[in-house]
């Protein structure tokens, strides 16, 4: 095992084995409605930010950034696109406010 060529295709092997792993995984979409508790907008030196913190029966509380000129109100429904795969925790992306 003193050849570094068998070191190198196992090496490239292994790399080749978790990518198909990570690519293949099946990952699917769900449309999901919460409450929304409530609307921070925060400054920082870098810009601002926005944040959202949800309440739903699947995810219970939870705080999601959101585009900076969304303004929903609290009490109302925000509509929420969740990714979910086997490989990554499952994560939301915005889509509308009601």
């Keep these: 095992m003193d050849n570094p060529k068998t070191y190198i295709l196992v090496l490239i092997g292994s790399i080749a084995l978790l990518l198909l ?12 409605s919460a409450t929304v508790i409530s609307n921070t907008l925060t400054q920082s030196l870098d810009g601002q930010r926005r944040y959202l913190t949800i309440d739903a029966l699947d995810i219970e509380q939870q705080r999601v950034a959101v585009p900076i000129t969304t303004d929903c109100a609290i ?24």
């Design 21 to 32: 792993l990570l690519w293949g995984s099946p990952t699917s979409e769900k449309t999901l």
């Design 75 to 98: 009490g109302s429904t925000a509509t929420f696109r969740q990714a979910t795969s086997s490989t990554f925790e499952p994560s939301l992306s915005f889509v509308s406010c009601n």
